[in-house]
């Protein structure tokens, strides 16, 4: 285990969307989003708030400098195409096989400012399953239900696991329950 | 990777090469200090520098803040507008201009802000200085 810094990162792009990455010049962050939709499904009697998760969003950003040798033909083209690219994104390249990958669509910018460097950033979004890898972990292994939430989610369950409620005090609840 | 000094040597070298900016500087143009002695002189330092990183370890480009500052001794004739020659030329040279520095390919080459005073001499205050120039940014990328 070893913690790195961001200055070996390293965006890879394959226009052609295949594996074949090649990396982009003077670029110099990048984010992976992977935020779960969360659901409200807190009941009557709940002491806190509660959720159910859907699917993991897969987007993020990228930015960096323009550089006319490069940008036009390795980010605008891509970002201008209509068939999703494939897209690399390493944390450090100290250890290069530690990387997220997957198609992805991407949008870009351009910013020129009187007092600075031309800069680019961008957005993409996955456009096909994203792997984590060497693990190969799916980054969207979602569920629609929590766990834990299976079968009997009643208050009584919940005090009844917490060692609040006497045998005779669950049974009179679960009766209830049957009743509707 | 060139080195930022290749930068500050060709600020040097593009002020010191300039035949106007000799006749009402004639003492020269000097790094930081001048000499004992010098009354009409430019004197540059470094203000400040950023890095701009990238990905690689590498620099996108460099900003350097230079102060870069024509002073005349007030009693010399002329003094006054010695400087202010100096400043208009050292404007000339470095405001959008061509500066080349090995390594490096010129971004832009601007003042941030003009410099207009009256300083006292550090040691006799009863000796004033006329000082023009300005503060100047340049950006290069290696």
């Not at chain 1, 961001?6 to 090649?22: E, F, K």
């Not at chain 1, 009844?160 to 509707?180: F, K, M, V």
Request: contains cysteine; glycine residues 10%.
């Amino acid at each position: 285990m070893a913690r790195r810094h961001g200055s070996t990162g390293q965006v890879a792009i394959d226009p052609a969307g295949t594996t074949t990455y090649v990396p982009v010049a003077a670029l110099n962050s990048w984010t992976l989003d992977s935020a779960r939709d969360k659901v409200d499904v807190t009941a009557f009697g709940d002491t806190n708030k509660q959720y159910v998760v859907g699917l993991p969003d897969t987007k993020g950003t990228f930015s960096g400098f323009w550089d006319e040798l490069s940008t036009p033909d390795t980010v605008f083209a891509v970002a201008g195409a209509d068939v999703p690219c494939g897209l690399k994104l390493t944390p450090s390249t100290i250890t290069p096989t530690y990387f997220a990958s997957g198609l992805a669509y991407l949008d870009a910018s351009i910013d020129v400012k009187s007092d600075g460097a031309v800069s680019i950033s961008g957005e993409w979004v996955a456009a096909g399953p994203w792997l984590w890898e060497p693990q190969g972990a799916l980054l969207g292994r979602g569920s629609e239900r929590a766990p834990g939430r299976e079968g009997r989610t009643s208050r009584a369950d919940r005090d009844d696991r917490a060692g609040l409620l006497s045998d005779e005090e669950n049974d009179q609840i679960e009766e209830r329950e049957r009743r509707g | 990777m060139p080195e930022t000094a290749a930068i500050d040597e060709a600020v040097i070298d593009l002020l010191q090469q300039d035949l106007q900016l000799q006749a009402v500087m004639p003492d020269g143009v000097f790094w930081g200090a001048g000499p004992p002695g010098a009354t009409r002189l430019v004197v540059v330092t470094r203000l400040g520098q950023v890095d701009a990183p990238i990905f690689g370890g590498a620099r996108a480009y460099e900003d350097v803040t230079y102060r870069i500052r024509a002073v005349a001794l007030s009693t010399l004739p002329h003094a006054n507008a010695d400087a202010r020659a100096a400043e208009a030329r050292i404007e000339a040279l470095l405001g959008g201009g061509t500066l080349t520095a090995p390594g490096y390919t010129l971004m832009v080459a601007r003042r941030l802000e003009p410099i207009h005073d009256t300083e006292p001499d550090a040691v006799d205050p009863a000796i004033l200085w006329q000082v023009r120039g300005g503060d100047y940014q340049v950006m290069m990328s290696p």
